[in-house]
């Protein structure tokens, strides 16, 4: 079979032709003589043809010019050229980081927060134990206690992953005099802090146990040395004291952005982690005071310590400058209260070279019991403890006085400088004085026939003119052509010609030349704004590595081209909050922090912004569904009409009647899409003298709405804006809830006891100890919620693509369980979703346990609720009537969706 092809765009394309005048010129004479060589034979330089191309390869040349100039120079602006850059693009502190997604993402975190010297996060271990061999065949499930295992033939065990202790190194807090209980509220301050960052950012299906400080093990150090003749014993001691503190537990070092590029980094190794932009987080008090970058090796490096080698002690004391030698070393654990030579003699005789740690605890050197003791040749030499401590503090400070210095600043987007690429002079200006059509026109002695036939010239270059002047003006609009804003509708730009004298009388209406050009490119439709608009829009999002392809052909399937610029609409609201869909897209709720009732409306997880978006939801806002802002209802015995409402008041109704439900359905989900442009509005008299009615029509022109109310002419273009808005924001059709199954668990501290009405969810597991694949109802398990009677998700087709998105965007290890359920089912579920939330924001944020009746109670709610199916109808072979919907396996049910029992079929 013979190979096909590929059409590829060459990387290195040929652009010898455009900045080259002589190119040009060649070029241009070998079409001259290719077209015309049969009545044009002079093609020396004084011929009027060979002019005026000449005249338009220098036009070119500038043309040229202009296009191959920096980018940022193409999109830079003429005024606040700065702001105009961050608007069009995201700034690298913006897009390149993410929220915490590994544990060393974390701890970038915590370490930023005063106070916190080191931090750890670990997994938390809990099991649950599961009993099949009950009376009543239900499972009996409780907590493990630690060691505890399944007993064989009766039990079955796993494990809750997801949950998270945090350990934290806290700085020794010098300024508060060794006051306990000072040290010990501010302790607990910090833990409310790491409380705060880690519900703020924590990841979807995960969740907090405990916080506490990690505890120490002390190590005793016996070392001799000798010194240089010049050395400094006390600057040596406190520098040996501090080496080893870095060693044992090192600090975390923070960087300016030039040091890391000056490293060799890029920029986006530099940016690679979590946030850094601070200043613009909402809803979390927590102060980030450490704000320079952190090398990710250098952090991964600073784990708790699980053993510490004596050759490596030797190896930092002589790596100072100042030591000449060390006689003999040795360490042990501390723990001894004998004096201190005493100590050191039992340490010296030990011999150990490798210590190992305890889990969960840091290394620390024991200050009272280890002993340098420092010669220079073999005078011992006597140390003053004080000037040494004061130098040992002095490192300390110098060290923290660092760490405040660091800041992070953004990389810095190309402003470019503004050229004016649109400005275009005639071409005519450039032609020698005899040709009578520069600036200086003809002589006044000049005949009408030679006036005549330089305006017949002028017209004639005009056309290359207007042509050369719309090249330019489109080059200058590239950055209005490459932006996510659908408020200029036009993808082609005209220009005005400068410079033509007499142009008056070359063009009726002059002044008004560029909009007449316009009109022309309009009229004529050469400028399908909602195709190429979508095209540029779709270059934007594949440079993100996103597309909306299957939702644009199913939009198209269902609405037809009616469906065209809310497309543009959707892709414009996703790319410019494409920060938050990218950022913050594995995140959970946020149920520590208090948040303002606006910021409480998008207190949401990652995956319900990013799919919310996907799916053209009006908004991501976490809002009553069951109470809609539209109404289907029969308008007689055979039909079914529907109104769309705002704040209780009727804004549009249907203006036709339906057989079939499904069909009001999906013409009203039109004229919801269609509401929120406002070239879909039509004005018509009403019955008032002077006032008038709005209603919407489709591409084709037919109104689909009929409205009663009137307003006067200023008043009802107040009430479109107001009805737009409204439309594209805050419109209640559809939406979604993201439960996380984590969140469900009884405390830890739950025995199993009925009387505590806590309750664990139920596992598919039978008496014989069969169960169901993953046994396990908690570890990254959640429930998604939609609305199965919105007027989208009734449509087969989209219910389909909708639920194969959103196993698509949830993260990779988290099961969802996608229930589109009906409207009586949405009002329990929001009922006790509301009360659920408000307990569980209390029990997170004042660490004390849920009520159990509330978190029992929506547990059963939960796993009550079902998938409903659009109603299908069991007829004979010759029923064809309209409203007959066949049955079709796991696709319909026997019942209605407005309520009571559906029976899968």
């Not at 949950?163 to 000072?182: Q, R």
């Not at 030039?258 to 601070?278: N, S, Y």
Request: aromatic letters at 10%.
């Amino acid at each position: 079979m013979p190979m096909i092809d590929q059409l590829t765009i060459p990387k290195q394309i040929d652009t010898s032709l455009g900045p080259e005048y002589n190119a040009l010129r060649t070029e241009g004479m070998q079409h001259i003589r290719d077209l015309a060589s049969a009545i044009w034979s002079d093609y020396n330089v004084h011929d009027p043809g060979i002019t005026t191309l000449e005249m338009l390869c220098y036009a070119l040349t500038d043309l040229n010019y202009r296009i191959t100039l920096p980018v940022e120079n193409i999109l830079a602006v003429d005024h606040d050229n700065a702001n105009s850059m961050h608007e069009q693009f995201l700034s690298a502190i913006k897009i390149l980081p993410t929220y915490p997604v590994t544990p060393d993402d974390y701890r970038q975190l915590f370490v930023r927060i005063d106070g916190v010297r080191n931090a750890w996060i670990k997994k938390s271990p809990h099991s649950i134990i599961a009993n099949y061999k009950q009376p009543d065949g239900k499972p009996l499930l409780r907590y493990a206690k630690p060691g505890e295992n399944a007993l064989t033939g009766k039990e079955v065990k796993f494990d809750l992953k997801g949950i998270n202790d945090i350990l934290i190194d806290f700085e020794d807090f010098p300024e508060l005099g060794g006051d306990v209980a000072k040290i010990k509220a501010k302790q607990d301050d910090i833990i409310k802090q790491i409380k705060s960052v880690y519900h703020y950012f924590r990841e979807l299906c995960e969740d907090l146990d405990q916080v506490k400080a990690v505890e120490n093990q002390e190590i005793v150090i016996c070392a001799e040395i000798e010194l240089q003749p010049q050395a400094d014993p006390e600057m040596i001691w406190a520098r040996i004291m501090f080496n080893i503190e870095q060693y044992l537990t090192p600090d975390i070092k923070f960087y300016l952005l030039k040091e890391l590029l000056d490293k060799g980094m890029q920029p986006d190794e530099i940016f690679e982690g979590p946030v850094l932009d601070f200043e613009n987080l909402q809803g979390i008090d927590t102060k980030f005071t450490k704000q320079g970058f952190i090398i990710p090796a250098e952090l991964a490096a600073s784990q708790l310590r699980t053993e510490v080698r004596l050759s490596d002690l030797y190896r930092i004391i002589m790596e100072i400058d100042g030591v000449r030698l060390v006689k003999r070393i040795s360490f042990g654990f501390c723990g001894c209260t004998a004096p201190q030579s005493e100590v050191a003699d039992k340490i010296y005789k030990s011999n150990e070279w490798l210590l190992c740690v305890q889990d969960g605890h840091k290394p620390v050197l024991c200050e009272t019991n280890s002993s340098f003791t420092f010669y220079k040749d073999v005078v011992p030499i006597e140390l003053k403890q004080s000037e040494a401590q004061a130098d040992l503090n002095q490192l300390r400070k110098d060290w923290q006085d660092n760490v405040e210095a660091k800041k992070i600043v953004d990389l810095p987007i190309p402003e470019g400088d503004y050229r004016d690429i649109a400005h275009y002079e005639t071409l005519q200006n450039q032609f020698p004085e005899n040709y009578g059509i520069s600036p200086l026109g003809l002589p006044e002695t000049a005949t009408t026939e030679q006036r005549s036939l330089a305006l017949q010239l002028k017209g004639y270059l005009l056309f290359y003119d207007q042509v050369l002047a719309n090249y330019f003006a489109q080059l200058s609009n590239a950055r209005i052509l490459l932006t996510a804003d659908d408020s200029i509708r036009k993808t082609y730009f005209s220009n005005t010609v400068n410079g033509i004298r007499d142009a008056e009388k070359l063009l009726d209406g002059y002044a008004q030349w560029e909009k007449t050009v316009d009109d022309v490119i309009k009229e004529t439709g050469q400028d399908n704004y909602p195709e190429r608009k979508n095209k540029f829009l779709d270059h934007l999002l594949a440079r993100f590595a996103e597309q909306f392809n299957e939702y644009v052909f199913l939009m198209y399937r269902i609405y037809g081209e009616d469906y065209q610029r809310n497309i543009i609409r959707h892709k414009v609201k996703f790319l410019k909050d494409y920060d938050q869909m990218s950022i913050c897209r594995g995140s959970g709720m946020d149920l520590y922090n208090a948040k303002t009732p606006d910021q409480q409306l998008v207190n949401v997880s990652g995956m319900e912004k990013r799919i919310s978006m996907l799916l053209g939801f009006s908004n991501y806002k976490m809002q009553q569904l069951s109470v809609e802002d539209y109404l289907l209802f029969k308008a007689d015995a055979l039909h079914y009409n529907w109104t769309i409402s705002q704040l209780g008041v009727v804004k549009f109704k249907g203006n036709a009647n339906f057989l079939k439900e499904i069909d009001a359905y999906e013409d009203l989900g039109l004229v919801s899409v269609l509401a929120c442009d406002r070239e879909n509005y039509r004005l018509s008299p009403g019955a008032t003298a002077g006032k008038y009615v709005y209603n919407i029509a489709n591409s084709a022109g037919t109104l689909l709405t009929h409205n009663d109310m009137e307003f006067s002419a200023a008043a009802i273009e107040t009430e479109i804006a107001f009805i737009i808005k409204f439309m594209q924001n805050d419109f209640k059709m559809e939406g979604m809830y993201v439960i996380e199954n984590i969140l469900l668990r009884p405390p830890f501290d739950y025995t199993g006891d009925d009387s505590t009405h806590h309750q664990f969810m139920p596992v598919c597991l039978d008496p014989n100890g069969v169960y169901c694949e993953p046994l396990d109802p908690y570890s990254f398990r959640i429930c998604v919620i939609l609305p199965g009677y919105s007027v989208r998700l009734r449509n087969t087709a989209f219910r389909t693509y909708a639920e194969r998105l959103i196993r698509t965007e949830t993260p990779a290890h988290v099961l969802p369980r996608i229930c589109f359920i009906g409207h009586d089912q949405m009002v329990g579920f929001e009922a006790a979703y509301k009360d659920w939330l408000a307990a569980k924001h209390i029990a997170v944020s004042t660490d004390t346990p849920i009520d159990p009746v509330l978190n029992s109670k929506f547990i059963d709610v939960l796993e009550k609720l079902y998938t409903v199916y659009q109603q299908g109808q069991l007829s004979d072979c010759d029923d064809d009537t309209q409203e007959t919907n066949p049955i079709i396996l796991n696709k319909t049910s026997l019942g209605t969706l407005q309520g009571g029992t559906n029976n899968n079929s």
